[in-house]
């Protein structure tokens, strides 16, 4: 019987496969309009994550009667969530999503995307076209109008920027990193190290359901995917503490967006050892969204962290860790261009995109997801885990791996049911709250446990503000 990309998530993560019965939805049409299954791989992604919550909390004694919370998950909560950066108002200003030069080009035999969202990233691009700082939209498209889309992407890639070539699905999947790509799974997931993990306490009572309550996880991550998961993991109750190396710069709105819940420090690690060996021995929690390898001079690869005992380690990366463009740098917007996500929702005239970063979303769900599920098997063995996602891996499964006619019914166990209504608008699911910078307009989470939280217990605070220190 096919399964529903629901219970197909749920299984990739491990979990106990009659639990989905727990989880209802509410199904929305006109949410996340695509030709791909976009719709249907959002919910699952929020639904599989509000279930390992639940799973968690059950787990730590959040239920008297012992049973797993039941979880809800809503098309309108969910689209709202995916497109959290486009509702975002601070003080009633809009962020900028893209830069002038982060877009589509023509080339002399297609298209190729860049990204220049960041000053570094800008810069690397234009040098390697040749171009000087400030060169504008109409300088790189007439220079891109006489250069080859893959000629492009190779010297942009080997001057650290970031440009990628247009390609259709078939395309990908005959590239080297498509098939290492293919030949993953959704979530990599293993138990490593020693027993005797930090224990985790009964959760308190009363009060909101927060299955992560006590969880230290120390993130270090940046843009969308990442933040997106610790974000998760803070508003279901863990302490939250991103570090950001000081030289890097980060956007303001990016980091209102997706801050909430959270302390921010920023620390070198080169030569802020020490702290960083204190954050280490008592955090419960790594999650990583740098490309793979460029941590490990700091004592930060899968290999070192395994070491700590009961560590839960959470590995996210654009395009996998393996294969010709493991080491590679990638944003959703050119993992959509690559795999062909791009070509199959344009036209012959122009490519296109999907009506959120879904990626990016839909992979920090999972990845939340993946660290709840870790800790509770961590309740059962003392042990830490090693997960790993990519945005590539997510694509594929989005492309190849979603039958979005197995939602609801026997075929996933799970309960679905209609309000009637369409989508309509975000409305419904944004709030107002006050933030240091002014009133600040932001989604509401999707991720809905029986007696947890509504909204995140603080806004974001300014980035970098904080000590690089547990609470």
């Known amino acids: 019987m096919t399964q529903s990309p629901i219970a197909a998530a749920w299984r990739e993560l491990g979990g106990d496969p009659g639990l989905v019965a727990g989880v209802s939805t509410v199904v929305r049409a006109g949410a996340l309009p695509a030709r791909l299954p976009v719709r249907e791989m959002a919910r699952a992604c929020v639904g599989v994550c509000a279930l390992a919550g639940a799973e968690l909390a059950a787990r730590r004694g959040g239920r008297s009667d012992g049973r797993v919370p039941r979880v809800t998950v809503d098309d309108g909560a969910v689209a709202t969530a995916f497109t959290s950066e486009r509702h975002l108002l601070v003080d009633g200003r809009a962020p900028v999503s893209f830069a002038p030069l982060s877009r589509f080009w ?40 006489e250069r080859t889309a893959p ?44 027993a005797t993990g930090r224990p985790l306490p009964p959760l308190a009572d009363p009060g909101p359901l927060l299955p992560a309550a ?56 080169a030569t802020g050892r020490q702290t960083l060996a204190a954050l280490l021995a008592t955090a419960d929690v790594v999650v990583t969204g740098y490309r793979p390898g460029s941590l490990d001079r700091y004592g930060l690869s899968a290999e070192a962290l395994a070491e700590h005992p009961g560590l839960v380690v959470a590995q996210l990366s654009a395009w996998g860790d393996q294969g010709p463009w493991g080491g590679r740098r990638g944003f959703d917007s050119l993992v959509q261009v690559a795999t062909g996500i791009a070509a199959t929702e344009g036209s012959r005239e122009r490519p296109g995109a999907l009506p959120a970063q ?25 042990r830490g885990r090693l997960v790993r996602l990519s945005l590539a891996r997510t694509a594929a499964w989005l492309t190849h791996g979603i039958d979005a006619d197995a939602e609801g019914g026997a075929a996933s166990g799970a309960r679905e049911s209609r309000d009637g209504h369409a989508y309509d608008g975000p409305d419904r699911w944004l709030s107002e709250r006050a933030g240091p910078a002014g009133p600040i307009r932001h989604a509401l989470p999707p991720v809905v446990i029986a007696g947890g939280p509504a909204d995140w217990s603080r806004p974001p605070g300014p980035w970098g503000a904080d000590a690089p220190r547990w609470a």
Do not use: C, M
Request: glycine letters at 10%; charged letters at 20%.
């Open 106 to 145: 023509r080339t002399a035999d297609g298209w190729v995307r860049t990204h220049a969202n960041y000053p570094h990233h800008r810069a690397r691009l234009l040098a390697a076209l040749g171009l000087p700082d400030g060169a504008t939209a109409e300088d790189l498209a007439a220079v891109l109008a």
């Open 151 to 194: 000629e492009t992407e190779e010297a942009v890639y080997a001057a650290g920027g970031l440009a990628v070539a247009l390609r259709t699905p078939e395309q990908w999947a005959a590239h080297g990193q498509g098939r290492a790509v293919a030949a993953r799974p959704l979530v990599d997931h293993a138990p490593t190290g020693p």
């Open 214 to 269: 006590g969880v230290r996880v120390l993130d270090l991550t940046r843009v969308i995917a990442g933040p997106v998961a610790t974000r998760t993991l803070a508003l279901l109750g863990a302490d939250v503490l991103r570090v950001d190396p000081p030289q890097l710069p980060e956007s303001a709105d990016a980091h209102a967006d997706t801050g909430f819940g959270k302390r921010s420090a920023r620390l070198d690690l």
């Open 358 to 382: 879904a990626l990016d979303h839909g992979t920090g769900y999972l990845l939340a997801a993946a660290v709840l599920r870790a800790l509770t098997e961590r309740t059962g063995d003392g």
